[in-house]
Nanobody, 124 residues
Framework: QLQLVESGGGLVQPGGSLRLSCSASGRTFSIYAMGWFRQAPGNEREFVAGSNFITYYADSVKGRFTISRDNAKNTVYLQMNSLKPEDTAVYYC????????????????????WGQGTQVTVSS
């Protein structure tokens, strides 16, 4: 079992930045593919960014968001810059055991473990 805990959400003005963190339990963090998803009210959960020996992004955040991981700290980060009101959502960290290095995992059902979510609100 892997437990994930997100932090770092909050209220930010348009154009601002936030860094989300996701801390994982367990000693084998490096064998997991990690992802960030978000869900706004009334919308389905959507892919934001992933890390699986490569990094990949949704088109809506490419160039503004950066996913990174520190395997020694069992933590994955999401640096969010140039935030827009449409980025407002609950952001979730997700993980699944690695099967194919470099495979882009973009749908929620490809992940087995989820955090509780952290709210990001972009508003003036």
């Amino acid at each position: 079992q892997l437990q994930l805990v997100e932090s770092g959400g909050g209220l930010v003005q348009p154009g601002g930045s936030l860094r989300l963190s996701c801390s994982a339990s367990g000693r084998t963090f490096s064998i997991y593919a990690m992802g960030w998803f978000r869900q706004a009210p009334g919308n389905e959960r959507e892919f934001v960014a992933g890390s699986n020996f490569i990094t990949y992004y949704a088109d809506s955040v490419k160039g503004r968001f950066t996913i990174s991981r520190d395997n020694a700290k069992n933590t994955v980060y999401l640096q969010m810059n140039s935030l827009k009101p449409e980025d407002t959502a609950v952001y979730y960290c997700a993980a699944t055991r690695l099967q194919f290095a470099g495979q882009a995992l973009r749908t929620p059902n490809e992940y087995d473990y989820w955090g509780q979510g952290t709210q990001v609100t972009v508003s003036s």
